[in-house]
C-alpha cells in the first residue's frame, strides 16, 4: 500500500505541476507566448494627437533575436481594435537573426477618445513553430478643429503684411489671400502649407488700397474640404506726398544779374515729375540770360537734383523769388519761394571760390580785397630803389 500511494502521490504531484505551469503560461504577455525570438520593440504614432478622419499611421518594429537558431517567416502583421482588424500588411518575408523591420499600419477613426489597438504578428519559425505574438498600442483622438486667423501687421510706406494663424489642429493647404475693395479683388497671394499652431505673412502692396476698407479672404483646404477666412480693414495713407524744396542755395551777383545754384530736393516719400524753376518776375527782378528757367525733370522721393537759374535785377531787391513747379500723384503743384540777397544786393560766395573778371569788370565778390593806387605805387618805388641798391653793391 505505501509503494502504491506513494506512486499516485507523484502522479498528483505531476498533474499539479502541468496545471501550474500552464496557469503561469497563460497569464504571461503575449509577445512571449508561442514567439519564440520574434518581439515588437516599439511602436509610434504619427501624428502624435490626431484627430477624427484624419489618417493615423501606427509604425511597428519587428525584430528576430541575435540568438535565433534561424530565420522566422513573416505572414502579416495586423493592427486591431476591439477584435477587428483596421490595418494590415502580409508577406513581409524572411526576417533573420538580429535583424528588424518597421511595418507601418494606416487607419482612421470615426470618434473621438482614447483608443485601446493591438499590434498582431503572425508567422512561423523554419523550425516549424508557429509566431502569435501582441504589442498594445494606445491612440488618443481628438475633435477635428479647423480654426485660422488673420490679422493685417506692420504697414510701411507702399506696403502692409497680413497674417494668417492656424490656431487648430489640422493641416491648412492650398492657402491663398487675397485683398478686395467694394466687391473686387484688386490681389492675389498664395503661401506654403500651414501645420497647427504655426503662421506665415504675404505682403500686398497698398497703392490700390489707401484710405478704402479692404476684404482680406484666406481660402485654404481641409481634408479635401475648403475653407474661408476673413477680415475687414481700413488702411491708412501714410504716405507723405513728394514736395520740392530748394536747399544748398549759392548766389553769385555780377552787374545787375545773380546766378543762383543749388539743389531741388524731394523732401517726401512719393515721387515728383516734371519739376521746372522759373525766376518769377517782380519790379526788380526778371528773367535772365542765359535762362531764366532750368527744367529739372524727375526727383524720386528722398532724392535731389542740381539746378542753376539767372535772373536780372534793378533797384536793391532783398530776394529772388524761385517759382517751384512739378506733378506729384497726378496733381500739378506750383509754389514760390524767396531767396535772400544780402543788403548790397548779393548774396555770399562760398570762401576760396573764384570768378573771372576781365577789364572793366564789375564783378563783386565777398572774400576777395584790393590796395589802393597810392599805396600800389609807393610798393613800387620801394621795389625799384632796392634793386638799384643790390646792383651797386654788387659793383663793389
Known sequence: MTAKRGARLAVVATVALVAVTSVLVASLPAVSAQSGQIVVNSTTVEPREPYVGELVTVRATVSNFESSSGGADLKEVTLRSGGGIVAEASNLGTLGPGGSVDVPLSTTFTSAGEKQLKVHVSGRHENGNVINVEYPVIVTVEERDVRAGLSVGEQTNDTVNVELTNYGN?????????ASVNGSQIAQRYTANLDPDANRSVVFDTADMSDRVV??????????????????EEIEDDSVPGEIRLTSIETTQRAGSVTIQGDAANVGNTDASSVLLTVKETANVTHGSPSGGYFVGRVEASEFATFDVTAELSGEPTTVPIEVSYI???DRVTTTQEVPLDSGGAAPVAAG??????????ESQSGGSQLPLPVIGGVLVVVVLGGVGIYRWRQH
Open 170 to 178: 489640422t493641416n491648412l493647404s492650398n492657402v491663398e489671400i487675397t
Open 328 to 330: 506729384v500723384d497726378g
Open 215 to 232: 476684404l482680406f479672404t484666406a481660402t485654404y483646404t481641409v481634408d479635401g474640404e475648403t475653407f474661408t477666412t476673413t477680415l475687414s
Open 353 to 362: 571760390s573764384q570768378s573771372e573778371q576781365g577789364p572793366g569788370s564789375n
